[in-house]
């Protein structure tokens, strides 16, 4: 009897195992359900390989499914993963950083100074060959970014497409005061930077976002062309409400279904464009 329910258990696990890498293949557009799937990949893979070691245990030849549905899944483990057994040639390549720095905190003011400072702090830490950074934001009054980490940083080659350009209404009385003045610039967009000469730009389209944006950089490096992709897909869009459903969830296990529900809804309608984008930037 107990041996029954625990061989339906596990096919019914390798059977979500198998969803969440079809989840892979299949488009949002056509089964938005496989997303959501897919992200229980790496708790599905463990309940398996627990499944795998009980019937070990048991020597039952009925272990050798599971076994069978591990080893066939090894490109989804790999890419989950980041199993790396190739040390030898770790220093050889071009350090690429990429970071959605969410405009330095920037609508945060009164913290923004000193987030700002340690994400600097950060991206000098990690001294990068490339530098790609969505939701990049800068202005030549109060944070230009652009100039510090080109100056000052020393990433002299950039490459900057604004997804928005506008002398936008600040917060703030000293924003504002610049801002009737003319004076103050404020520009979003995705950036990207480089140790290395940039010989080449351009963006790829997204007909279904006009905030969002991919860019591509041709970098020399040492007498090689390499083609860096920076990309700021379609976002969420969580918002603080949100994020404390997401919060309840974790510490109670208990919330109500209608913001668990609108999540659902934001996640669906995001994957579903991300799908749409990402396949451009495949062509």
Partial sequence: ???GLFKFLNVFALLVLLASCMATYIEPTKYWQLTFIGFAFPVVLIVNFIFLLIWIYKRDKFGLISLVAIVLTWKFIHATFAINFNEANKEAGIKVMSWNVKNF??????KNAETRGQMMELIKKENADVL???EFYTNNQLFPNLEYLRDSLHYPYVYFFPSVDLKKFPKGKLQRALWKKGELHQIWGVA??????I?????IDFKNSLANDCIYTDIDFKGKKARVYNVHFQSIHLD???YATIDSLEENQTTHWSPVK???????RAYTKRSIQTNAVAE
Avoid: A, H
């Avoid at 905190?105 to 009164?110: A, E, G, P």
């Avoid at 609108?262 to 669906?268: A, G, H, L, V």
């Fill in 1 to 3: 009897m107990l041996r």
């Fill in 105 to 110: 905190d920037l609508y945060n003011w009164t």
């Fill in 132 to 134: 790609c950074l969505q």
């Fill in 192 to 197: 990207t930077f480089s140790k290395f000469p």
């Fill in 199 to 203: 010989v080449d730009t351009g963006k």
């Fill in 240 to 242: 603080y409400e949100d």
């Fill in 262 to 268: 609108n999540i659902i809804r934001k996640m669906k």
